[in-house]
């Protein structure tokens, strides 16, 4: 098996991973008491200080009070960048509940995108390991030898059609 594909997978939600459940989600702006927990990886206090940054939270509408992963993005003005994404401890690792929570938060950003008239053009500096992963899962580009990757117009309408079919 690839290593992308233990990472996560593209999925039409959320899904459980034991029993293939899929679950109805919403992305909505985060409340900075719901950003400060210690359970996060990265240190959201320091990123929701940005004035320029705004977090957003993904939950299931059957379960609104549980957090299954947040995304910093900020507006560039002629795309959405993505600064952070992180998966809720529970859905990380090989012990995780869920998986498709990355693809969705990606699949919102690109939203967003559109919906700004942006074309869905989304940017974010990738970990090295992960080029191959955004590639393969959500289309994404590396620009130059940097770790800066962009997923285009094509792209972002196939994720979005599958995390925001209308």
């Known amino acids: 098996?690839?290593?992308?594909?233990?990472i996560d997978k593209l999925t039409n939600s959320i899904e459980n991973v034991k029993t293939g459940e899929s679950f109805k989600t919403?992305?909505?702006?985060?409340k900075a008491s719901?950003?400060?927990?210690?359970?996060w990886q990265f240190d959201w206090k320091k990123i929701i200080k940005n004035p320029d940054v705004q977090i957003y939270k993904l939950i299931t509408t059957e379960n609104p009070?549980?957090?299954h992963g947040l995304?910093?993005?900020?507006?560039?003005?002629d795309h959405i960048f993505v600064h952070h994404i992180e998966n809720a401890k529970f859905n990380k690792g090989k012990q995780k509940v869920y998986q498709g929570v990355?693809?969705?938060?990606f699949a919102f950003a690109c939203k967003l995108s559109f919906e700004m008239n942006?074309?869905?053009?989304?940017?974010?500096?990738?970990?090295?390991?992960?080029?191959?992963?955004?590639?393969?899962t959500l289309g994404a580009e590396?620009?130059?030898?940097?770790?800066?990757?962009?997923?285009?117009?094509k792209n972002s309408k196939i994720l979005v059609n599958q995390y925001f079919p209308q």
């Open 1 to 6: 098996m690839p290593v992308f594909e233990r």
């Open 102 to 105: 990355a693809g969705n938060l």
């Open 71 to 77: 995304i910093s993005i900020e507006d560039k003005k």
């Open 34 to 39: 719901e950003i400060v927990k210690s359970d």
């Open 142 to 153: 590396r620009f130059g030898s940097g770790l800066l990757m962009a997923i285009d117009t």
């Open 65 to 67: 009070k549980v957090v």
């Open 118 to 136: 942006y074309d869905g053009y989304i940017s974010f500096q990738s970990k090295t390991k992960l080029f191959e992963h955004y590639k393969l």
């Open 26 to 30: 919403d992305v909505v702006l985060a």
